[in-house]
């Protein structure tokens, strides 16, 4: 168990919907990231975000968001879906965010597009 | 459990032998590597780390070694065991390259009995 938690661990839904999936850090890690792992594509970063505000981005579409609360908890949300988005989602969460930090990520979000 | 990259290269090896597995990155400004393994259902496992001033760094019963020249990283598991059975990725990153990792497509370990 890495510590890092997300919810829920299936979704499954239908196109144009929209979505939200929530981690929760390992307590005391300040950032998160969000990934995403398809079949096709293998892992592919998404964003980082460190103590509430964004630092990174990676590939993420620009129907996708994420925002990272006070309370260090992150959400990702998924608008207008497409059946192309059906993917194993995954958080993870680092001391610092430092590109040297180890990354510990959580049993995932496996959401299936309808 | 879930099923993860149906194409993977996939390495098979006998119980109690040594696996090596074999990556290769493309940024030659990468200066951080790292190994994950992903069992069937769960989020990837840190394993093991090496910053790229090092050709070598072993841990219990893993070995990375790294070749900056061809931009080459492999893992070596000692004596295998059937818990070693998993994906295996590793993921390079670099402070002037946006701070991310970049995966690899990973490689399936099989253990055979």
């Known amino acids: 168990d890495s510590g890092v938690t997300q919810t829920p661990k299936h979704l499954i839904t239908a196109t144009g919907q929209r979505v939200t999936l929530r981690c929760s850090p390992r307590s005391g890690d300040l950032s998160v990231y969000w990934y995403q792992q398809s079949l096709d594509q293998g892992l592919q970063f998404l964003i980082q975000y460190y103590n509430g505000e964004e630092r990174a981005k990676g590939n993420i579409l620009e129907r996708f968001s994420a925002q990272q609360f006070p309370d260090l908890h992150s959400e990702l949300n998924l608008s207008s879906l497409e059946l192309g988005d059906s993917a194993l989602y995954f958080c993870?969460?680092?001391?610092?965010?430092?590109?040297?930090?180890?990354?510990?990520f959580g049993p995932g979000t496996r959401l299936t597009v309808l | 459990g879930e099923s993860v990259g149906l194409h993977l290269p996939t390495l098979s090896v006998q119980e109690g032998d040594n696996s090596i597995i074999n990556c290769a990155y493309s940024?030659?400004?990468?200066?951080?590597f790292i190994w994950y393994k992903q069992e069937s259902g769960k989020g990837p496992q840190f394993i093991i780390d090496i910053r790229s001033n090092m050709d070598k760094r072993q841990g219990q019963r893993v070995t990375v070694l790294l070749n900056k020249t061809v931009k080459h990283l492999s893992l070596q598991i000692a004596a295998t065991q059937p818990g070693d059975s998993a994906v295996y990725f590793c993921?390079?990153?670099?402070?002037?390259?946006?701070?991310?990792?970049?995966f690899g497509p990973g490689t399936r370990l099989s253990v055979l009995p």
């Open positions: 940024n030659s400004a990468s200066d951080y």
């Open positions: 993870a969460s680092s001391v610092d965010g430092a590109y040297t930090d180890t990354q510990y």
């Open positions: 993921a390079d990153s670099s402070y002037n390259y946006g701070q991310n990792f970049v």
